[in-house]
């Protein structure tokens, strides 16, 4: 099998095609990312030799090189993680969203059924998608796969529209899909603008925790490696046309967590206790903030087997563990490092 990862240098695709590569050596993955700022193929070092794996430096809104790099692999399975994924970049640039997340979306599901229309038989089109599209919950209740869409931002509203046309492809073209919406996840070889690996670098370098309004956002969160063994699951085990919500069952205030993220990194950092706490910074909400997201994950854990494996303690004592003995990686994100280096070797 060919399979076709899209997004694979950035943080959930990284864990995704580690897996693979590890897992089954009769697949050749290929690697088709386009190496934006979220993406780092240092996070691939340890496999990027691999027999079975292939990296494609293109843009997936690029029609004809799209159009060549399937002609010339003839994909089997496409597992769609690249996405502009970060909601206040995407209140700066929604047109970025939309250009990225729709018609990059649009153009791979155009180009597979193109490829596939003579014969869709072991075929699949995977599209990961995120618990932003069903929009805010009050206090009480899960998202569900049958909850209805209501996103907020334009980044959840662009991962929505291209959810919708993933399954229009199916309704319209008989293309084979499945779906995931996952919760948040978190663990080694996040970029860091996203919460966690933010405090973690901040917290090292003594730099105010900046909490949007008063921190009583809740959200579920979701250790990458586990959703990486849930999207196995579901490429190969989901059933064709079906959605899976994909949940850690670890709901937690943004205020709650960031207090217990300075508890722990003052400890491996043999700080007095409190020291980074001192550091929280309550700064203006975002606009449009979501109150609440958790995600009822019985479907998959039903018809597939999967439940989270990781404790969100558990998986935030690996989180501090791996940025602190991945200094220089760190380092080299912070500064863009990491950019020109592997864009010497992709021109």
């Known amino acids: 099998m060919n399979l076709l990862i899209t997004g694979g240098a950035g943080f959930i695709g990284s864990h995704v095609i580690r897996r693979l590569v590890k897992n089954y050596p009769q697949y050749h993955i290929f690697n088709f990312d386009k190496l934006t700022y979220a ?9 990027e030799r691999a027999n079975n794996y292939t990296f494609i430096k293109g843009d997936i809104v690029d029609t004809s090189f ?18 502009e994924s970060h909601v206040d970049r995407s209140i700066k640039d929604p047109l970025a969203f939309v250009k990225t997340n729709i018609f990059g979306t649009v153009n791979l599901l155009n180009t597979a059924k193109d490829l596939w229309k003579s014969n869709f038989e072991g ?11 069903y929009g805010s919950l009050e206090s009480e209740g899960l998202f569900t796969e049958k909850t209805p869409y209501d996103p907020n931002s334009p980044y959840s509203a662009s991962k929505a529209s ?3 046309f993933v399954r229009s492809y199916g309704e319209t073209y008989n293309l084979p899909y499945v779906i995931s919406n996952c919760s948040n996840n ?13 405090f973690i670098n ?7 925790l900046p909490v949007y309004g008063d921190g009583n956002y809740t959200r579920d969160w979701l250790y990458v490696e586990d ?11 989901g059933t064709n046309q079906e959605t899976y919500n994909i949940g850690g069952f670890n709901e937690w205030k943004n205020i709650d967590l960031v207090k217990l993220l300075c508890d722990k990194m003052d400890s491996r950092l043999n700080n007095p206790a409190g020291t980074s706490q001192n550091l929280i910074s309550f700064v203006k909400d975002r606009p449009g903030h979501d109150l609440r997201y958790a995600i009822d994950a019985s479907k998959i854990n039903t018809e597939l087997g999967w439940k989270p494996s990781v404790t969100f303690e558990e998986g935030l004592e690996k989180t501090i563990d791996w940025y602190l003995e991945n200094k220089e990686w760190l380092k080299n994100v912070t500064s863009g490092e990491y950019q020109e280096y592997y864009s010497k070797m992709y021109l």
Do not use: C, M
Not at 39 to 47: M, Y
Not at 66 to 83: C, P, S, T
Not at 202 to 208: A, Q, S, V
């Open 39 to 47: 993406g780092n193929l240092e996070n691939l070092r340890d496999i």
């Open 66 to 83: 799209v159009n060549q790099v399937f002609e010339k692999y003839r994909f089997d399975g496409i597992i769609h993680l690249a996405a």
């Open 123 to 133: 075929k699949r089109f995977y599209h990961i998608s995120t618990d932003e599209v």
């Open 162 to 164: 291209s959810d919708h």
């Open 186 to 198: 978190y663990g080694p070889n996040h970029f860091p603008e996203k919460l966690i690996p933010l």
């Open 202 to 208: 901040n917290i090292i370098e003594r730099k105010p």
């Open 227 to 237: 959703h990486a063994e849930a999207i196995d699951l579901v490429f190969h085990k």
